[in-house]
Nanobody
Framework: QLQASGGGLVQAGGSLRLSCAASGRIFNSYIMGWFRQAPGKEREFVAASRWSGSTYYTDSVKGRFTISRDNRKNTMYLQMTSLKPEDTAVYYC?????????????????WGQGTQVTVSS
């Protein structure tokens, strides 16, 4: 019900845009977010968008990543710029349909399959 895409290989300093297509019911979730998981590390919060329009980012991506939604297409995006090798990870989109913490992966109810982002130095 969530389909992430847009990952790839990019050089440091480059840009990528990730997409997450969702069914209408899930797209209207309380919060939709992006998480990432690097090899050997836990899945971590990246960014989230509340249905009201508020957005949230982890400190390491502030000023570089932008989360957005296209309500006509039921699609969420993560525009990533000034990419760094430490941004390399599998990126997952997720949806929270009940009240929870936007940066807590345990609060999310639905997950996409993940898309690989690799940033070379």
């Amino acid at each position: 019900q969530l389909q992430a895409s847009g990952g790839g290989l990019v050089q440091a300093g480059g840009s990528l845009r990730l997409s997450c297509a969702a069914s209408g019911r899930i797209f209207n979730s309380y919060i939709m977010g992006w998480f990432r998981q690097a090899p050997g590390k836990e899945r971590e919060f990246v960014a989230a968008s509340r249905w009201s329009g508020s957005t949230y980012y982890t400190d390491s991506v502030k000023g570089r990543f932008t989360i957005s939604r296209d309500n006509r297409k039921n699609t969420m995006y993560l525009q990533m710029t000034s990419l760094k090798p430490e941004d390399t990870a599998v990126y997952y989109c997720a949806a929270m349909i009940t009240v929870g913490d936007y940066d807590d992966r345990g609060s999310y109810d639905y997950w996409g399959q993940g898309t690989q982002v690799t940033v070379s130095s």
